[in-house]
Protein backbone atom coordinates (compact mmCIF):
# COMPACT_ATOMS: atom_id res chain seq x y z
CA UNK A 1 0.00 0.00 0.00
CA UNK A 2 1.32 3.07 -1.20
CA UNK A 3 1.22 6.39 1.49
CA UNK A 4 -1.07 9.15 0.84
CA UNK A 5 0.61 12.60 -0.26
CA UNK A 6 -0.94 14.02 2.82
CA UNK A 7 1.07 11.59 5.15
CA UNK A 8 3.97 11.91 3.35
CA UNK A 9 3.71 15.69 3.51
CA UNK A 10 3.32 15.35 7.52
CA UNK A 11 6.38 13.11 7.30
CA UNK A 12 8.59 15.95 5.76
CA UNK A 13 7.38 18.83 7.47
CA UNK A 14 7.69 17.05 10.82
CA UNK A 15 11.66 16.19 9.94
CA UNK A 16 11.86 19.93 9.28
CA UNK A 17 10.33 20.99 12.57
CA UNK A 18 12.42 18.58 14.14
CA UNK A 19 15.62 20.27 12.57
CA UNK A 20 14.62 23.46 13.21
CA UNK A 21 14.08 22.54 16.92
CA UNK A 22 17.16 20.99 17.61
CA UNK A 23 20.22 22.24 19.12
CA UNK A 24 23.36 23.10 16.85
CA UNK A 25 26.55 20.40 18.06
CA UNK A 26 29.15 22.12 19.47
CA UNK A 27 32.81 20.45 20.48
CA UNK A 28 32.18 23.12 23.88
CA UNK A 29 28.98 22.50 24.28
CA UNK A 30 27.27 20.60 27.41
CA UNK A 31 27.71 16.26 27.91
CA UNK A 32 24.82 14.30 28.84
CA UNK A 33 25.58 13.19 32.26
CA UNK A 34 22.26 10.90 32.72
CA UNK A 35 18.31 10.83 32.01
CA UNK A 36 15.63 9.61 34.12
CA UNK A 37 12.40 8.99 33.34
CA UNK A 38 9.23 10.34 34.65
CA UNK A 39 6.22 8.95 33.26
CA UNK A 40 5.54 6.00 31.17
CA UNK A 41 4.11 6.25 27.51
CA UNK A 42 3.04 2.69 26.28
CA UNK A 43 3.93 3.59 22.32
CA UNK A 44 5.98 6.69 22.64
CA UNK A 45 8.92 7.87 24.30
CA UNK A 46 9.09 8.40 28.11
CA UNK A 47 9.20 12.66 29.47
CA UNK A 48 12.65 12.71 31.10
CA UNK A 49 15.03 14.94 33.33
CA UNK A 50 18.07 15.11 31.78
CA UNK A 51 21.33 16.10 33.19
CA UNK A 52 23.94 17.88 31.54
CA UNK A 53 27.64 19.17 32.65
CA UNK A 54 29.14 22.40 30.78
CA UNK A 55 32.41 23.83 31.13
CA UNK A 56 32.77 27.35 31.19
CA UNK A 57 34.38 28.59 27.57
CA UNK A 58 36.01 31.50 28.93
CA UNK A 59 36.70 30.46 32.55
CA UNK A 60 39.22 27.15 33.37
CA UNK A 61 38.21 25.34 36.40
CA UNK A 62 34.46 25.92 36.74
CA UNK A 63 31.63 23.87 35.56
CA UNK A 64 28.11 23.95 35.60
CA UNK A 65 25.41 21.27 35.65
CA UNK A 66 21.81 21.35 34.95
CA UNK A 67 18.84 19.42 34.85
CA UNK A 68 16.06 20.15 32.17
CA UNK A 69 12.86 18.26 31.39
CA UNK A 70 12.49 17.09 28.00
CA UNK A 71 8.56 15.88 26.45
CA UNK A 72 8.61 12.73 25.52
CA UNK A 73 5.11 11.78 23.82
CA UNK A 74 4.19 12.31 20.08
CA UNK A 75 5.54 15.99 19.74
CA UNK A 76 8.45 14.72 21.75
CA UNK A 77 9.51 11.81 19.33
CA UNK A 78 9.41 13.84 16.54
CA UNK A 79 11.12 16.89 18.08
CA UNK A 80 8.44 19.70 17.89
CA UNK A 81 7.68 19.82 21.88
CA UNK A 82 7.62 23.10 23.35
CA UNK A 83 9.91 21.74 26.37
CA UNK A 84 8.96 23.25 29.56
CA UNK A 85 10.80 26.80 31.42
CA UNK A 86 11.98 24.68 34.21
CA UNK A 87 15.79 24.56 34.94
CA UNK A 88 17.84 23.63 37.75
CA UNK A 89 21.50 24.77 37.92
CA UNK A 90 24.38 24.25 40.09
CA UNK A 91 27.99 25.90 39.35
CA UNK A 92 31.41 24.69 40.86
CA UNK A 93 35.20 24.95 41.06
CA UNK A 94 37.22 21.68 40.14
CA UNK A 95 40.26 23.36 39.59
CA UNK A 96 42.32 26.25 39.61
CA UNK A 97 40.34 29.39 38.26
CA UNK A 98 42.21 30.95 35.16
CA UNK A 99 40.32 33.86 33.35
CA UNK A 100 41.08 33.68 29.05
CA UNK A 101 39.87 37.12 28.46
CA UNK A 102 37.79 40.36 29.80
CA UNK A 103 33.73 39.44 30.08
CA UNK A 104 30.88 41.46 30.37
CA UNK A 105 27.89 41.24 33.43
CA UNK A 106 25.30 38.56 32.01
CA UNK A 107 27.91 37.49 28.95
CA UNK A 108 25.93 34.22 27.91
CA UNK A 109 27.71 31.22 28.56
CA UNK A 110 25.57 28.48 26.71
CA UNK A 111 21.98 29.01 24.52
CA UNK A 112 20.05 26.38 22.83
CA UNK A 113 16.55 25.43 21.37
CA UNK A 114 13.75 24.61 23.92
CA UNK A 115 10.96 24.72 21.29
CA UNK A 116 11.07 24.40 17.49
CA UNK A 117 10.56 28.45 17.12
CA UNK A 118 10.22 30.14 20.27
CA UNK A 119 11.86 29.34 23.00
CA UNK A 120 15.63 29.51 24.00
CA UNK A 121 17.38 28.06 27.42
CA UNK A 122 20.21 30.85 28.30
CA UNK A 123 22.86 30.48 31.15
CA UNK A 124 24.53 33.76 31.80
CA UNK A 125 27.56 34.65 33.73
CA UNK A 126 28.30 37.54 36.23
CA UNK A 127 30.86 38.48 39.03
CA UNK A 128 30.57 39.64 42.16
CA UNK A 129 34.01 41.14 42.68
CA UNK A 130 33.56 42.17 46.10
CA UNK A 131 33.42 38.57 47.72
CA UNK A 132 35.54 37.14 44.31
CA UNK A 133 32.51 35.14 43.24
CA UNK A 134 30.87 34.11 40.03
CA UNK A 135 27.51 33.79 39.61
CA UNK A 136 25.69 31.69 36.94
CA UNK A 137 21.98 32.25 36.31
CA UNK A 138 19.31 30.08 34.05
CA UNK A 139 16.59 31.11 32.62
CA UNK A 140 14.46 30.85 29.04
CA UNK A 141 13.02 33.14 27.38
CA UNK A 142 10.47 33.16 24.81
CA UNK A 143 9.54 35.40 21.81
CA UNK A 144 6.38 36.28 23.12
CA UNK A 145 6.17 36.59 26.36
CA UNK A 146 9.45 35.44 29.27
CA UNK A 147 9.81 33.07 31.44
CA UNK A 148 10.20 33.97 35.09
CA UNK A 149 11.42 30.71 35.80
CA UNK A 150 14.97 30.55 37.08
CA UNK A 151 17.87 29.38 38.26
CA UNK A 152 21.14 30.64 40.45
CA UNK A 153 24.69 29.46 41.38
CA UNK A 154 27.40 30.84 43.32
CA UNK A 155 30.82 29.71 42.61
CA UNK A 156 33.54 31.26 45.22
CA UNK A 157 37.26 31.70 43.89
CA UNK A 158 39.17 29.40 46.32
CA UNK A 159 43.03 28.92 45.70
CA UNK A 160 43.54 25.88 44.19
CA UNK A 161 46.97 23.94 44.63
CA UNK A 162 50.11 26.58 45.33
CA UNK A 163 49.07 29.15 42.65
CA UNK A 164 47.37 32.33 43.08
CA UNK A 165 43.55 33.46 43.42
CA UNK A 166 42.42 35.10 40.58
CA UNK A 167 40.05 38.42 41.39
CA UNK A 168 36.84 38.22 38.67
CA UNK A 169 36.65 41.95 39.00
CA UNK A 170 39.92 42.07 37.24
CA UNK A 171 38.59 40.56 34.22
CA UNK A 172 35.24 43.02 34.19
CA UNK A 173 35.13 45.42 30.85
CA UNK A 174 34.61 48.44 32.13
Excluded at 28 to 57: C, E, H, M, Q, W
Excluded at 61 to 75: N, Q
Excluded at 92 to 102: A, H, L, M, S
Excluded at 112 to 140: F, P, Q, T
Aim: charged share 25%; hydrophobic share 35%.
Amino acid sequence: MKPSKFVLSALIASGLFAAAGAAPARADGPDLIFRKSTDFKLLTPNDKLATYVLDDPEIDGVACYYTVHEKGGVAGMFGVAEQTSDVSLSCRQYGPVKFKEKFGQGDEVFSERRSALWKRLHIVRGCDAKHNALVYMAYSDRLIEGSPENSTSGVPIQPWGAGDVEQCGEFLKK
